[in-house]
């Protein structure tokens, strides 16, 4: 009996942690956009499937009315997906015809021949040939990607989790620290493990929150 030929597929590779966010210049709805042209500030981009379906449509509408709130924190957003730009324009203005307190202010770009979403991992075959599935990537002021989060097409995303991303990253940039599960700004972060002997039993002395010398947390000042 023959062994049958493992399969193949046709996903570009997927970007990785800590790795440059791929470069690009696509059009958009507010003109030709190119990523590298955000470096000194944090990026949010994000792929939804199609415009005018539902659960983009509440995706997009929650966005707009967090913005201001990833703008506090030094963060651009920027949507996408496969559709062309009048298509996007014409989604937006309906939107905010049937959601008067909705602003769409962050551009969206129209990627129509894939090139971006190849880049970043976003035409998975099982899920739909040709629709970019639900990502999220997070990338910080030197262009480098720090997050990424995947969701099948059935599954919006919550814009609390992702402001809480970015917060958690930006403070353990700042504070050389990490953050334990469920962290919200304002709690206590977990110290970095020691790395020798002598800093383990200098950890056990201190006035951390500890657990045991792997294991300490503080308060920010």
């Not at 500030?41 to 499937?49: A, D, G």
């Not at 957003?77 to 015809?97: M, T, Y």
């Not at 700004?185 to 657990?211: F, M």
Request: with cysteine; glycine share 4%.
């Amino acid at each position: 009996m023959s062994t049958p030929a493992p399969a193949t597929s046709t996903t570009s590779n997927i970007p990785r942690i800590n790795e440059p966010a791929p470069d690009f210049e696509a059009k958009s709805t507010q003109g030709m956009l190119k990523l590298s042209d955000y470096k000194g500030q944090w990026v949010v981009l994000f792929s939804h499937p199609a415009d005018f379906t539902p659960v983009c449509s509440t995706e997009f509408i929650e966005f707009a009315r967090r913005a201001d709130e990833f703008k506090q924190r030094g963060v651009q957003l920027i949507g996408l997906s496969v559709d062309s730009v009048p298509a996007h324009i014409a989604w937006i203005r309906n939107i905010e015809q049937h959601f008067p307190d909705v602003k769409i202010t962050f551009p969206v770009i129209a990627d129509l021949d894939t090139k971006v979403a190849q880049k970043f991992g976003l035409i998975h075959p099982a899920a739909s040939e040709t629709a970019t599935v639900r990502a999220v990537f997070v990338i910080d002021d030197k262009g480098i990607i720090r997050a990424l989060i995947y969701y099948p097409m059935s599954l919006g995303r919550n814009i609390d989790e992702i402001l809480r991303v970015v917060d958690a990253l930006q403070t353990a940039d700042t504070n050389a620290c990490a953050t334990p599960a469920n962290w919200r700004p304002g709690d206590k972060v977990v110290v970095p493990p020691p790395q020798t002997i002598a800093d383990a039993e200098k950890r056990l002395q201190s006035d951390y929150e500890i657990t045991d010398w792997y294991l300490a947390k503080r308060t920010l000042s």
